[in-house]
């Protein structure tokens, strides 16, 4: 509902807060920012509302901005919350912190300002002060200012796409691969009976003549592969019954051979202390992470670069010399040389 000044006046985001008007906080955070980055801005956008004289907000959607589809479900639960309020309670403004955490895309924020506008709900801009919709005499002058920082916005995040996407192929000549850690199951290899020692992996690609000939089962194999405080899901087992089928289509045994011999050189380095599974909950060691970097790219394509385990890439190695070599031993044993600094 929208204080009704007829074109006649300014109204002020002040007023909104005598009148008692309540607020939606969008949050918006990217897949490179830090969780904790999502805690400050909800921080900051409730200190700069209660600067301006309004209560706790009505609520806080979050959404990831990287996200088209985690997007539209932000805004439409925003949009369904705000409908939800009956016409003559709905004093709501609807707050984002910058214009680029409302959208970047031009279209995209003009279709959303209209559908606030449609509810009688107020859209306000933290950053520049701005607020939008109404019939205030600052509407005109406040449009024309939004949709110009919707341009910009715009226009940086091409920028960014572009600059981001060349610095990941260059990164990626040099086997600089990102991602997430794969599992080396290190919690599930035995330290005692007849399969003491050997990785899952291993015990996967022995049992696969029996997996095709249907002696052993999918499910079978996966129950005698899991442990009573770490199970081992079916579809992980065809997962990488399938991955070792490829390898050894396009490079034969030797080449199973040889990517089984990595995964246990890993496996080896992850047992130590210190180091840890480079996959589990929580922060990864720093030498479990020095380790990731040397080793993702093979492990995503080991037809593409060279072992890890025994030859190594140096260009993986943050402080180059002639001591780095690029192999997970030697990221596990001087991992601040393979780790970008802090910044």
């Known amino acids: 509902m929208f204080i009704n000044v007829n074109d006649e006046r300014a109204v002020t985001i002040e007023e909104l807060a005598k009148e008692k008007y309540r607020y939606i906080g969008i949050i918006r ?24 004289g309004f209560g706790k907000p009505l609520s806080m959607e979050v959404a990831n901005v990287s996200g088209a589809t985690a997007a539209r479900k932000q805004i439409k639960a925003i949009l369904e919350a705000c409908a939800a309020i009956p016409e003559k309670k709905r004093k709501i403004v609807v707050v984002a912190r910058s214009v680029d955490r409302l959208s970047r895309d031009t279209k995209d924020a003009l279709i959303i300002q209209e559908k606030l506008a449609a509810l009688g709900v107020y859209l306000f801009i933290i950053q520049n002060n701005m607020l939008l919709n109404g019939d205030g005499t600052e509407q005109g002058s406040n449009q024309l200012v939004f949709e110009l920082l919707l341009a910009v916005a715009k226009s940086g995040k091409r920028s960014e796409t572009q600059a981001s996407k060349k610095g990941t192929k260059e990164a990626k000549t040099k086997g ?3 991602g997430t850690a794969q599992d080396s ?7 005692k009976g007849s399969q003491r020692g050997v990785s899952v992996r291993r015990r996967i690609y022995a049992s696969i003549a029996g997996l095709d000939a ?23 087992v065809r997962a990488i019954r399938d991955n070792l089928k490829d390898i050894e289509a396009k490079g034969g045994p030797e080449k199973v051979k040889e990517w089984l011999e990595v995964w246990d050189a890993i496996i080896k380095e992850e047992k130590k202390r210190g180091v840890g599974d480079r996959a589990a909950k929580g922060r990864m060691s720093d ?13 995503q394509d080991p037809f593409e670069w060279a072992r890890p385990d025994t030859v ?9 010399s002639s001591d780095r070599n690029g192999t997970i031993e030697d990221a596990s044993n001087n991992p601040d040389k393979y780790l970008p600094k802090a910044r």
């Open 29 to 52: 955070t990217s897949t490179s920012e830090q969780k904790d980055n999502l805690v400050v801005q909800e921080a900051d956008v409730e200190k700069s509302m209660s600067a301006k």
């Open 176 to 178: 600089l691969f990102s």
């Open 185 to 191: 199951y290190v919690a599930l290899v035995r330290d």
């Open 214 to 236: 249907k002696t052993i089962t999918v499910k079978g194999l996966a129950r005698e592969l899991s442990k009573p405080d770490r199970t081992m899901y079916p579809a992980k």
């Open 287 to 299: 030498r479990a992470r020095a380790i990731h970097r040397v080793s993702v790219a093979y492990l």
């Open 312 to 320: 190594g890439n140096p260009d993986t190695a943050t402080v180059p």
